[in-house]
């Protein structure tokens, strides 16, 4: 057997008063050393730095740390409180984009005549926008720089949710692109997210290269390998989620340090792997595990496809709107593909309200075709 070395013949009475004076040494540190984590440093002293554990123990021993301690108080008591019952349940739509809306005039025909059942909030981190849809005015918020897979991202993120937010009439909050488009109409979308008991928060374990792989040891204590996920940062979430996501600084602070592109390490992005560690952790009964934004990984490269004007027909609509199950691949070598139903308030319903990445090139086309493509 590797590792086990031949043990010098020791008589069995020895053997007992060596495990009974070991118990004893064990009962008294106990008593002296009240702490687990000091008792173990104690009497394994070589594993321990300043005190503290150089391995992570096992779940059963960790001690929760001040910061986690209060984190969790605050985060369980506002899932727990019901929130108050708006007369007038809103969803707001947050732009996330660099410069211009190429799609506005799509979705401002996909708003019209919905007045004070949404509202809108655009971050345009470059380029300040021209609106071309009476909506969209007056509706960008205060924006920064924003960084392609930085922390950067998340804050901008953060800042769409910290607007909405003030307004309490909004009940559920979606993330969306300049190259997103609607896959319905305003009232089934409206319908589905404002009745639904869960946020649509992507989340998957993926124990490959650009999952797991990017996991960093400095997240210890509070985040541990097991429990980091992966998502798409495309989210809508409820009202009691998007106030624990103000809530927390702990995890956040986290990711902001150890969650990273590096020169020598992983490179790991904040965007995909936060808000899902976050949730899944926290509240993984509340979260569905997909997103409603769609977006087509098949063809395997970096970037997900992108559809032109002459991709852009009735059948391919169709065919997305009719997805209902979704399909989590691993970075693994082979890969792993994992198919699961969606379930809305636990029947099989279509997966997507949204999809992406459409060019502008593709506006008057959808144009064209949306008031056929979101019949039901
Ligand atoms: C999402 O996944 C978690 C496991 O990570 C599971 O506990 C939870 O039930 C799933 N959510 C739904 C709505 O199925
Ligand atoms: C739609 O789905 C069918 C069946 O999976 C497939 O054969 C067809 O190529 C798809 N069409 C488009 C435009 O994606
Ligand atoms: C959502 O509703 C379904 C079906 O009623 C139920 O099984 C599930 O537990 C609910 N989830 C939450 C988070 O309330
Ligand atoms: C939409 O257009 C397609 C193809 O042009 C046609 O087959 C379909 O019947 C139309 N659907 C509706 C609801 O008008």
Redesign the pocket.
């Known amino acids: 057997m590797p590792g086990s070395r031949q043990r010098p013949y020791l008589k069995p009475s020895l053997d007992t008063v060596i495990l009974v004076s070991l118990v004893s040494l064990f009962l008294f540190s106990a008593y002296v050393y009240p702490s687990r984590a000091t008792l173990l440093c104690y009497i394994f002293s070589s594993g321990c730095v300043n005190g503290a554990f150089e391995q992570p123990l096992p779940v059963a021993y960790r001690e929760l740390t001040d910061e986690e301690t209060a984190a969790q108080v605050i985060m369980k008591e506002i899932l727990k409180k019901p929130l108050a019952q708006s007369k007038n349940p809103k969803i707001a739509f947050m732009f996330l984009t660099p410069g211009p809306l190429p799609l506005e005039k799509l979705w401002h025909k996909f708003f019209d005549g919905h007045d004070d059942r949404f509202s809108i909030y655009v971050h345009a981190s470059r380029v300040k926008v021209e609106h071309v849809s009476p909506h969209f005015v007056d509706r960008d918020i205060r924006s920064e720089k924003v960084a392609w897979g930085e922390i950067s991202m998340v804050d901008a993120e953060k800042r769409l949710l910290a607007n909405a937010l003030l307004d309490p009439d909004n009940q559920h909050f979606v993330l969306l692109s300049e190259s997103c488009i609607p896959l319905h109409d305003f009232e089934y979308i409206y319908n589905y997210l404002i009745f639904t008991n869960v946020s649509y928060i992507d989340c998957f374990e993926d124990p490959g290269p650009h999952g797991t792989g990017r996991y960093s040891e400095h997240m210890l204590p509070e985040i541990e390998r097991k429990d980091f996920r992966k998502g798409s940062q495309w989210f809508s979430m409820k009202r009691q989620h998007a106030i624990i996501i103000m809530a927390d600084s702990l995890y956040y602070t986290k990711f902001k340090r150890y969650c990273k592109r590096t020169k020598d390490g992983p490179n790991c992005y904040a965007d995909e792997h936060y808000f899902s560690t976050l949730f899944h952790m926290i509240d993984p009964g509340g979260i569905a595990n997909w997103s409603v934004t769609h977006v087509d990984w098949s063809e395997g490269k970096w970037h997900p496809k992108a559809y032109r004007t002459q991709?852009v027909?009735y059948?391919?609509l169709k065919?997305i709107t009719s997805l209902d199950e979704i399909i989590h691949v691993t970075t693994t070598v082979p890969k792993r593909a994992m198919l699961r139903p969606c379930l809305w308030n636990g029947v099989k319903r279509p997966c997507h309200l949204f999809a992406r990445k459409f060019y502008p090139e593709t506006l008057g086309r959808l144009l064209h075709i949306f008031s056929n493509y979101t019949v039901v």
């Open positions: 991709d027909t059948e391919l065919n």
